[in-house]
């Protein structure tokens, strides 16, 4: 019978995982170490994304093999979500400290945003664009190969 | 959400690691803090050392046009069906001659600097960034014969320049010598040194020592190659052409595709191409694939070999007649990639590409 630990996310709801899951995260890891193991906050995870970041771990703890073909496939079918979605499992991996899913979720942005010109990208990560005209100009004449 | 996500640098970094090259030198424009970020030193460092954990992406080209100074890149994925324009950086002055390019690197030469026969660059394509090198001086090995740039990100953040010097003619024995003397010379971009590597050789004249290809530790010319790890001159395996064809006219190209090397055989009179694949030096070469060129009639140059995105879809890249075209290599077909004839540029019946100017780029952001 394994150890439980309690997930509290940040609106209340209580998380219940096998410890095997919870030391995936190495927060989570260094807080059981420290001997905290009843009820662990983290407030800066919602329900859902939490409930998103429990399926991943638990799917590792059943089997990490890369060459696992299921795997894959579980991973391809994980980062199908909508874009805000995936950019809070990317601070929610950074904030729990999983470094294969934040691996995970960064290449998928990082896909999803290679082909995008620069105007798309500020649309995405909603950035102003603080060069004048003609800066953004000489950049574009400059590499104009790149940007065919 | 978003806001957070650009917001925090570390973050942004971690998914712009993943991003690739040619995708980053355009994203330079998205804000001042990406463009920061993005020509970092430690930030291209970095860049370059996740790249090496990825497959490797096929090859684009820099094209340059015969008998003029444009060059025009063509990327790997044909995405984009014409030819772009490339400008060098501006701090390159003068006419350039490129002597060798490697995984993404250029070794190039300035023509109007202060001494344009001992002032080299080694180039990035990608982020434009050139660093000087000297060459060094030598009473008796006077003559640059060849000077070829050895780089793979793969094996390592660091580049050498090999180059093979020649004694001058000796006056006093014959008049006209089939023979040269000649030593091996390496640069080391770590210590920004020049080295003597393995014992002078004597080797015929008509042995070229430019455009070498650097596969499996050696730098591969057509009539032989030379062995980093030995710093010895060695002979690769003898290609036998299949009987009945005639070698008039071939003209050959080594390339290195799919770890392998290829020698690309294009014989004109029977209308063929034949392309023999290279395991490693200690095997033997086998003949992988035929390609048909009946339609062609005009000169055809060889640009490229490219994998392509999926399995079976390995293409041969040509220039002929004003188009670019890719030869398949495992079915019997052709196709028409760009077509040059509509640029201002174009010049009827003309190679104007050559397989000699077809450079490859790989797109990284290596630092030199």
Known sequence: ???????????????????????????????????????IPVPNVTAPILAKVIEYCKRHVASADPN?????????????????TLFDLILAANYLDIKNLLDLTCQTVADMIKGKSPEEIRTIFNIKNDFTPEEEEQIRKDNAWAFE | MEI???????????ILLWVPAKSLIRFKSVCKRWLTIISSHQFSNQHTLRQRSRPRQDSSLLLRLTEKSNYFYLQSSFHVQKLVPYHFSPTLVGPITIWSFSNGLFLLQCRNTEDPFKVFHVYNPTTRQSRKILL??????????????????????????LC?????KSSSFLCRSWWRHCQIEIYESKTSSWNFCGKPFVAPRSLQFDHGIYWKGGIHWEGGYFDLQDCALRNRPRI??????????????????NGYLHNIAHFPEEKKIMIFELQNTSSEWSLKYRINVDAVSGPLSVLNIVRGEEEGDGMLVVYEAGKVRGYKLQENCVKELIDFTVDPLYLDASAQFTSDRALRLNETLAPV
């Open chain 2, 164 to 168: 093979v010097r020649a004694a001058k």
């Open chain 1, 1 to 39: 019978m394994s150890e439980k630990i309690v997930l509290t996310c940040s609106d209340g709801t209580e998380f219940v995982v096998d410890e095997a899951v919870a030391l995936q995260s190495q927060t989570l890891k260094h807080m059981i170490e420290d001997g905290c193991a009843d009820n």
């Open chain 1, 68 to 84: 696992d073909a299921d795997l894959k496939s579980f991973y391809e079918d994980f980062v199908k979500v909508d874009q805000p």
């Open chain 2, 240 to 257: 036998i052409v299949p009987g009945d064809t005639g070698t008039n006219r071939l003209r050959e190209n080594y390339m290195e595709y």
């Open chain 2, 136 to 161: 060094d001086m030598n009473d008796v090995y006077i003559c640059v014969v060849g000077l070829n740039l050895v780089f793979d990100p793969q094996e390592s953040p660091h580049y050498k320049v």
């Open chain 2, 4 to 14: 957070t996500i650009a917001d925090n640098e570390d973050l942004l970094i971690e």
